[in-house]
């Protein structure tokens, strides 16, 4: 393998113009191309190991993640991966499955493994051993769960206002029964969906909002539909993508013609089904900008070259149906400790 001064010889700079340039620093437009191209026709690769001792980094950031499987998970996680690998790093990822004592285990092994970050999907800043991601030595990001600790970054979505948007459009179309499948009440996430729903109907004393807990798989979507419709709804909202697809299923099963016999409107992260319903009111989250954001924010603090620690930043999701550009790109609001 070539040495970092071959690739210098090659180029024809300093070793230490090399060593700036891997360390991302800016070089003359000239130089930086002769190095890149050195690089690349040498075959160069750093010594990642050795540059962490050097640096007291070890080019790892952790990822804590409550479902593993969800879809929305799982296009975050990509888009993280794509910007921590681009800049040379590697991602520890785990899981603890709601468990806010797993939870706190998991972040001493991440800890424990030395990673220049922490990135925290759906942990509750009041659960046990949470309160000292105040005082580690490393950045801290909070996705989906809003976090006031010192050293702690909060990335959100406006779910709440999203689904008040969303209700607020069906009771303007007329509709009185609005049947809501909502998920379990014990995350923010859940929460704020439902609340979005009640703050909708709460100046419509002629509206009835008649609410199913699902447990967020199909088969409690395929039941609670059936329920709520039981009872007569003339629409019908569901909090969870993957009980919009048992909701749906229902409905097929029973020769419920969607926007004739009833109004549907769901989450949906990946737009699976944009095929097969048209005229459909769908809450996307910018799952993508969220990861890259994150990505990008935590970086910064690694490299301290971020302001405002502690801020929370909020998205809006887009609404399909209401007008929304499914395909724009979407900017946080910045909110400031």
Request: hydrophobic fraction near 40%.
């Amino acid at each position: 393998m070539a040495s970092i001064r071959e690739v210098a010889k090659a180029a024809g700079v300093s070793v230490g113009s090399i060593s700036r340039y891997l360390n991302g620093q800016q070089l003359k437009a000239a130089n930086m191309q002769k190095i890149k191209r050195a690089i690349d026709d040498l075959g160069y690769q750093e010594n990642i190991i050795a540059k962490g001792l050097k640096n007291n980094q070890s080019f790892a950031v952790g990822l804590l993640m409550n479902n593993l499987a969800s879809r929305l998970s799982m296009d975050i996680v990509s888009s993280i991966e794509a910007v921590m690998e681009q800049a040379g790093y590697s991602i520890l990822l785990s899981g603890f499955q709601g468990s806010s004592t797993l939870a706190a285990n998991k972040v001493d092994y991440l800890l424990s493994h030395a990673v220049d970050g922490l990135i925290l999907f759906e942990a509750d800043q009041n659960w046990p051993g949470m309160a000292r991601l105040a005082d580690v030595q490393v950045p801290v990001i909070s996705l989906n769960s809003p976090n006031g600790l010192a050293n702690v970054d909060s990335i959100l979505v406006d779910d709440r206002g999203s689904v008040r948007r969303l209700v607020q459009h069906l009771i303007a179309q007329g509709h009185r029964r609005i049947g809501v499948l909502a998920a379990p009440q014990t995350d923010y996430t859940a929460h704020e969906r439902l609340t979005g729903v009640r703050e909708a109907v709460r100046s419509h004393p002629h509206v009835e909002a008649t609410v199913y807990y699902g447990d967020y798989s199909r088969p409690s979507g395929f039941e609670g539909a059936q329920k709520l419709i039981d009872d007569h709804v003339d629409a019908l909202f569901v909090c969870n993508f993957n009980m919009a697809l048992g909701a749906l299923e229902y409905c097929n099963r029973a020769g419920i013609r969607i926007d004739q016999d009833l109004a549907f409107s769901h989450f949906d992260y990946l737009d699976e089904m944009s095929s097969l319903i048209s005229n459909r009111l769908v809450i996307q989250q910018p799952a993508k900008e969220i990861g890259k954001m994150c990505a990008e924010r935590l970086l910064s603090r690694i490299n301290h070259q971020s302001e405002n620690v502690g801020a929370t930043f909020v998205f809006d999701n887009l609404i399909v149906g209401l007008g929304d550009d499914p395909h724009a790109e979407t900017q946080p609001t910045i909110v400031t400790p």
